[in-house]
Structure formats: structure tokens, C-alpha cells
């Protein structure tokens, strides 16, 4: 968990350049017409790992430890699995790209955006479940510890 906790951490200020280059690519196309638009997305995905947490369920160990701290940690890796999906969505619009609209390039770019802020959201919510996990381990719930909703409107 401190691995992924660290590679989420260390992706971060890649996924932030990402997100303002977008952006930024946002207003100059939205600020004036551009024939000769150029944009090059390298999204580059945190690979996280679950080793331990399918070892637990392939060895059986998960039917000693209590049922609570199980479905924490349940919930924790299924989290990680929603995050992990999201990335998997942008490198597969990613892949696509020239599948977008760019004879609207500002539409185009919103959903870049829009999907790059999806990760982002999901990223910051997951490094806040590990390190929560890290501190208090799976056993009972700290007082209000680990609890905050991800919220994603859709706006910009």
C-alpha cells in the first residue's frame, strides 16, 4: 500500500502539467480560431499493485482476519480498481484521439479535460484512503478518518 501511496504521489505533478497544458490549450482554442492546432497528450498511468491483497484471498489468510478489517480492505482495493478503470478510460480515449470531433477542437479538448480531472479526482481520493489505511491500519473505523466524498460535477 506505501508503494502505491508513493506512486500516486510521485505521478501527481505529472497529472497536474497534464491537466493545466490541457487547459491551457482550452483557452487559446476557445479565445480565437486556430487552423493549425497542434496538441500532444502524453497521459502517463500510475501502475499500482493489489499482490498482497489477492495473495490474502487466494491463500484463504482473509478467512482468519476479523470480517470488518476484510471488507475495509474490500472496499479500499475496490476503490483502487474504480481509479485504475478511469486511467484505462483515458488511455483508451487517448488511443482514440483522432476519433474526436476536432472540427471542434474546444469540444474535444473539454472531454480531454474532463476525463483528466476524472483521474485526478479519483487519484487524490485513493492517496487519502491509503494514507488513512497506513496510519490506522484495517482495524476500526478512526473517528470520521477516511471519509470524504468525491465530488464531480462535471463542471469545469
Known sequence: MQLNLTELQENQPILDSLVSYVTEMRRIVEAETTDDLSVSVNFQPAFLSRTSWETAQVTRAVHF?????????????????LYERSEEGMVDMLAGI??????????????????LRRVDGFGDSLAQLYEV???????????????????????E
Open 65 to 81: 482476519m476479523d470480517f470488518d478489517e476484510v471488507a475495509r480492505m474490500s472496499r479500499l482495493y475496490d476503490f483502487q480498481a
Open 98 to 115: 483522432g476519433d474526436l470531433d476536432w472540427e471542434e477542437p474546444a469540444q474535444a479538448l473539454r472531454t480531454i479535460h474532463l476525463a
Open 133 to 155: 489505511r497506513l496510519e490506522h491500519g484495517f482495524g476500526p473505523e478512526p473517528d470520521s478518518a477516511g471519509t470524504r466524498t468525491l465530488e464531480f460535477d462535471g463542471s
